[in-house]
């Protein structure tokens, strides 16, 4: 497999940068594997290969916000994201956990998913780090683009179901509570002079702001609760899940900075995603609340269509197109905090781009014709020798 | 009486109407027409709307596992076959699941047995709409469900039980099939003192052996060749469910015994083996072969909504519009065997339709708008 970053002219498409603009017949230069300039016609000196976009759709490469590949399997007993000896483990990190040809073996690049954040389990209180991958590759830190993303944790009922049986905390949601603002609280008064402690070094940067705290949340009551909890915190919150959103917490919303991952609404399992208001989706647009969506949840159990059917159900519930491609692609890499490298087409970016003969958000009739991650077209290509 | 007016229908019978009428009486759809000199006042004015059968899933389990798998009511698993059980009677008509069908334009399921047991029992087709059970089933039994590969294993391996691997579930098939043909050969007796005693369990059986109903078999990549040949061995109807790695054996499905391929659900991380491999796209070459071909939600496994999404990735792959609409409504009806009544728009049949805003299964944002089941609309957006 060749990783060598490729120049190439992706001539003529009707681009949608992912910010909301639509170029149509613009060309798109590609050196180093990343955007060098966008315009129409553009003029070449050197042999370059083109690849011809005309009337194609062309589309910054989508982002999943939160998901499990790369970690689970191949058998079904092999977990490498739930770390149950303890519902603490701020300081786990996913990146030990990535499999590249785990990763491969799903072939998400087919959809139009060209980078993923990366996730441990929802079933601990803090879980861990999650971290942000290229979804090709056959290395695991050559496809890392950023690790350390945020500390993931959870204060749904999926807590508690693991650790009740074993009558210790959290037995119940308060349970769950009680431990997250303990921890927070000694993080805040934790200091380097103090002996070595993993957890709260971790926590320490989330209390300090420079780590944001991603928890999973499917009820409103839950959103509530958790940012009644977090008044006496300084923490760059974001829900995910968060199918509980309504009228009555916009504003809180709002006022405290909120961002939102939401979860999958395809998978049938988690009553809860049936909750969500598409109205106050819109809503929390309006007023530019930082939205992604992902395939994330309680059960993450998701393929490579996933995150393209999330994406189909919120603009067939009156989600406009633009908006619904923002949220698989420059939202989340902000929320993600990686939009300085991917997100968008816009010069100086990676070239993770996909040109697609219809818009997979608004027909069923479109196909990834060509998928670039840094610049080279991978749609076609296989890893071979893999134990997978 | 109820006037459907203007619509495009999608009839799955006859083609596409681009502009038509239907006149729906006494619960049946009485008359379809390009006129609409019925005189009738009740009118829903379906001009620019798209019209199609009510949407058919030919393997759910809503009403038998709560919403989210919580009550699971569709897995005797006491024993590894229990062909005596049916689901009729683990159907909770009152689940959120059949308002939620509804709403998304199914308008029957067939419902059946969990994959926990190799034999689960048997498998009804119900309406999403009614009062009761006895109402809303309208064809008890339509198949006997069975399991093969991770499923049972994984029940019964764990506790060290027939069957823990693939040779065992073959084997208690083909026992049971032995044994059924056995209790029918006796049944036949005409001394009266060698028939067998009433077995339930046997007595269904023989339904299937006597092919009055299919084996409805989950299976996935190469367990679909051990179906494909017990049932040739025993010459017996069976159709594939969930069928991932279809693509793979288009040669022993096409020329085998199977009365139906039921796909998905689709949309799941893959892992090596049984789940490694996912091709809806065999979809389209298996319907080209004449091979029966439908779409399920596995509800609750997935969202009702996803059988239309699933159709569009039959479309994205090349899949003509008209034929995938037929593998969400007169495909799986034939497939359960009750086309006599639901899976087109054609006089005489149930007056099961849905209304869309935009062709389902190709705009993404095609909504319903109205789901009409015997004649009475049950939704309306």
Known sequence: MNEEHEDILIKNGNIHDGNGNIFYSTDILVKDGKIKQIAKEIELNEDIPVYDATDKVVLPGFIESLNIWGCTGPGWGDNDLEEHSDPITPQMNVVYSFDQDNMMFQRVFEYGITSAGITPGTSNVLGGYAAVFKTFGDHPYKMLIKEKVGVVGSVSRTTTTVYKDRNMAPMTKMGTFSLLREYLKKAEAYSTEMPYDSKLISLKDVVEKKTPLFINCNTNSEIVALNHLLKDFDVDLVLTGAYGVNENILNMIIDNKLKIIFGDVTNGMSAASQNLNFDVVRELINKNVPISISSTGDRMSSGKESLLWNAILFYKNGINSSDVLKMITSNAAKILSVDDRIGSIEPGKDADIVVWTNNPIESYDSKAEAVFINGKNVLGVWRTGSCW | MLVIKGGKIFTSANGVIEKGNILIK????????????????????????????????????????????????????????????????????????????????????????????????????????????????????????????????????????????????????????????????????????????????????????????????????????????????????????????????????????????????????????????????????????????????????????????????????????????????????????????????????????????????????????????????????
């Not at chain 2, 049946?28 to 004015?45: R, V």
């Not at chain 2, 229990?82 to 308002?99: G, L």
């Not at chain 2, 334009?105 to 006895?134: Q, R």
């Not at chain 2, 054996?249 to 391929?261: A, P, R």
């Open chain 2, 26 to 381: 006494d619960g049946k759809i009485e008359a379809i027409s390009q006129t609409d000199d019925w005189g009738c006042t009740n009118i829903i004015d379906a001009e620019g709307l798209i019209i199609t059968p009510g949407i058919v899933d030919a393997h759910s389990h809503i009403g038998g596992f709560g919403s989210d798998m919580s009550d699971p009511d569709l897995n005797e698993m006491t024993n590894n076959a229990t062909p005596e059980v049916e689901s009729i009677y683990a159907i909770d008509t009152d689940s959120i699941m059949f308002k939620r069908a509804i709403e998304s334009g199914i308008t029957t399921s067939a419902i059946a047995p969990g994959s926990g047991n190799v034999i689960g029992g048997l498998v009804s087709a119900v309406k999403s709409y009614g009062n009761n059970i006895e109402d809303m089933c309208i064809k008890n039994p339509i198949a006997l469900k069975m399991a093969l590969g991770g499923n049972p294993k994984g029940v019964y391996g764990k506790r060290n039980q027939l069957p823990m691997t693939r040779m065992g579930i073959a084997q208690v098939i083909r026992d049971y099939l032995n044994k059924g043909k056995e209790y029918m050969e006796k049944s036949l007796s005409d001394d009266p003192s060698k028939r067998p005693k009433l077995d339930y369990g046997m007595e269904n059986i023989c339904k299937v052996l006597r092919k009055e109903i299919p084996l409805k078999v989950h299976c996935e990549q190469f367990d679909m060749l051990t179906t494909i040949r017990i049932a040739k061995e025993f010459d017996i109807d069976f159709t594939l469910d969930h069928a991932w790695g279809a693509s793979d054996f288009y040669d022993d499905i096409s020329n085998s015994n199977c009365k139906g391929v039921i796909y998905g659900p689709i949309g799941v991380l893959l892992l090596p083996g049984e789940c490694g491999k996912i091709d809806i796209h065999s979809l389209i070459e298996l319907d080209m072969r004449g091979v029966p071909c439908a779409i399920m939600t596995d509800g609750p496994i997935s969202n009702p909504d996803i059988i239309i999404v699933q159709a569009g990735e039959v479309v994205r792959f090349g899949g003509d519009i008209e034929r995938v609409i037929n593998m969400l409504t007169i495909n799986p009806a034939r497939i359960m065997g009750v086309d006599d009544r639901v899976g087109s728009i054609e006089v005489g049949k149930d007056a099961d339709i849905v209304i869309f805003r935009g062709i389902p299964a190709l705009d993404t944002n095609a909504k319903v708008m109205y789901t009409i089941i015997n004649g009475v609309v049950v939704y309306q957006n």
